[in-house]
């Protein structure tokens, strides 16, 4: 079946310690994003890519770095500079452009930092 | 910084009963409306879109949009325990100093629909 698949679900970290959470798709979709989402907050974009080898920062990518050497893959890296980093990540998909269209959602990626 | 706003929450309706979200949005050159649903500790899902003035509606849902006013709602008809979920209302347009799209988000509204 199609769809996003995020990894880790669960993931801990100690503070100072840089992590990768993974987003692959099979949709065929150009465009991929990553959001933030807190606790009663709406989603931020951190960083989103609408072609392989380019992507473009969003509202809140202080902190983070993202790659795109595939059309499939998406990775975040969440760095040490990073200085709340406990959230809810979520990887998104897009067919559409210059028009987003409707976004596909990973089920998700929660970080707790210890 | 585009602006999206959701009528705080949280909102409790009874079984059966009509829920309203209202959300409004800055950019008067937006021209896209999406509604997504989102269940506790879930990721969100698309239920409605909207890109003209008028309301459209996909079963018990109905979506509004009145450019003129900014505003975007959703109305949930004959409300069920299932639709109890947080909604975000998202609003396309460009990037700050590129042309190309992308979602804004408001930050949600609780519904809560009691049996």
């Known amino acids: 079946d199609g769809g996003i698949t995020q990894s880790p679900k669960y993931l801990f970290r100690k503070e100072g310690q840089n992590v990768t959470l993974s987003c692959e798709q099979n949709?065929?979709?150009?465009?991929m994003y990553w959001y933030r989402q807190d606790p009663g907050q709406g989603l931020r974009l951190i960083y989103y890519?609408?072609?392989?080898?380019?992507?473009q920062k969003g509202d809140i990518a202080e902190g983070y770095s993202v790659s795109r050497e595939k059309k499939e893959s998406f990775p975040l890296t969440v760095t040490s500079a990073q200085k709340n980093p406990t959230a809810f990540y979520l990887c998104?998909?897009?067919?559409?452009?210059?028009?987003?269209?409707?976004?596909?959602f990973g089920e998700g990626s929660r970080l707790t930092v210890l | 910084q585009k602006e999206v706003e959701q009528n705080s929450g949280p909102l409790s309706v009874p079984e059966g009963a009509i829920a309203s979200l209202n959300c409004t949005y800055s950019?008067?050159?937006?021209?896209?409306f999406f509604w997504y649903r989102q269940y506790s500790g879930k990721s969100p899902e698309l239920i409605m879109s909207i890109y003209s003035n008028g309301d459209k509606e996909d079963g018990r849902f109905t979506a509004q949009l009145n450019k003129a006013s900014q505003y975007v709602s959703l109305l949930i008809r004959d409300s069920q325990p299932s639709d109890s979920a947080t909604y975000l209302c998202?609003?396309?347009?460009?990037?700050?100093?590129?042309?190309?799209?992308?979602?804004?988000f408001g930050r949600g509204t609780q519904l809560t629909v009691w049996p």
């Open positions: 890519s609408q072609i392989v080898n380019d992507f």
């Open positions: 998202a609003v396309e347009g460009p990037d700050r100093g590129s042309t190309l799209g992308r979602l804004y």
């Open positions: 950019d008067r050159g937006s021209q896209s």
């Open positions: 949709l065929n979709h150009d465009a």
């Open positions: 998104a998909s897009s067919t559409d452009l210059p028009t987003t269209g409707e976004l596909f």
